[in-house]
């Protein structure tokens, strides 16, 4: 870490731009992925560690290079035994969690990843995104960093951390991190060190990636998202070739993540007994299937770098899977 940044900034650009050409990346994906991957050996190295997993579409191309697309967000769960919670939850209990969570991460551990960063000579700028509830979660810090290429404003010379204390913290599995810096140079000094990290399995990002889907098209279409969205179609086609068999075979995830989403993480005007199989679509309603189309395009041009599939055989690819999905006759429990 240290030797990176004693290079100078000409030493920097003619790395990262290497890189940018043997990945197809841009050189400032190259850039990011440095600081994100510090931000996840620093968050790793803070005093809940052992409590934290590593999860979201990052963990995707991060930790088992499923995706060939970049994300700059970084998704942690904090779990909540760590905070005096456990077991099944009453609404009660789940309002006195967030307030807790909002409380930890905002008084003790926002302050000490500052503290980390500053001890191990890292010139960046956190800031805690503002809240207007004291019980928000979870919470995002956005970590700014010095940066040797202009950026769009698709890409951002920032780092954001999501953390907080309601989401689930099984099934994961500790992976390898290792920075493109690393991966491409690993025998020169400045290339830095790799280490392990919780992150949670594929098979519940898939499942909380198609929930989330459904949870969207819910919606009437005049308020149906958009912007940047088309990234979960993106991950969800990539993911059901290797791992859509695992979720059509394990119902007690199934179940576990849709009483999760009902009970500790429930959204507003979601109907959650249709989270049944035999209701489930994760594709955009007619209404509104252009604007992810070109929401889509625009993703393939700025975030994607390996080879994608076209929206139309991306969709027919998730509507084939939808099929599968919709045809289980499983009875979950209310």
Not at 122 to 148: A, C, G, N, W
Request: hydrophobic letters at 35%; proline letters at 5%.
């Amino acid at each position: 870490m240290q030797h990176w940044l004693e290079l100078t900034d000409k030493e920097k650009i003619e790395v990262y731009t290497e890189i940018a050409a043997r990945t197809g990346m841009t050189p400032q994906a190259v850039e990011k992925d440095w600081w994100v991957t510090t931000t996840l050996n620093l968050l790793f190295s803070s005093t809940p560690a052992e409590h934290l997993v590593f999860k979201g579409g990052t963990s995707l191309s991060k930790a088992w290079d499923l995706i060939e697309r970049f994300s700059e967000d970084i998704d942690l769960a904090l779990d909540r035994k760590y905070l005096g919670f456990e077991g099944p939850m009453t609404g009660s209990q789940v309002r006195k969690l967030r307030r807790a969570s909002y409380k930890y991460i905002s008084e003790e551990f926002f302050p000490e990843l500052t503290k980390l960063f500053e001890q191990n000579g890292i010139p960046v700028e956190l800031r805690l995104r503002e809240s207007k509830d004291s019980d928000q979660d979870p919470l995002i810090i956005e970590i700014y960093y010095p940066h040797v290429f202009e950026y769009n404003e698709y890409i951002e010379p920032r780092v954001l951390v999501e953390i907080g204390s309601r989401s689930l913290r099984e099934p994961f599995s500790h992976r390898t991190i290792s920075s493109l810096v690393a991966k491409h140079f690993p025998a020169l000094p400045f290339a830095d060190t790799s280490f392990e990290i919780a992150t949670v399995n594929p098979e519940r990002t898939l499942l909380e990636k198609i929930f989330l889907l459904h949870e969207e098209f819910q919606k009437p279409s005049e308020n149906i998202r958009v912007e940047r969205l088309s990234r979960h179609l993106y991950d969800v086609d990539r993911l059901i070739t290797v791992y859509g068999p695992h979720i059509l075979e394990n119902k007690a995830l199934y179940q576990e993540i849709v009483t999760h989403r009902r009970t500790i993480t429930p959204l507003r005007g979601i109907d959650y007994s249709r989270h049944k199989p035999e209701f489930i679509n994760c594709i955009p309603p007619e209404a509104i299937i252009a604007e992810w189309r070109k929401d889509y395009t625009v993703m393939q041009e700025q975030m994607i770098f390996g080879t994608s599939h076209s929206f139309e055989d991306l969709v027919k690819n998730i509507i084939s899977f939808r099929a599968q999905l919709n045809a289980l006759d499983w009875n979950l429990e209310e």
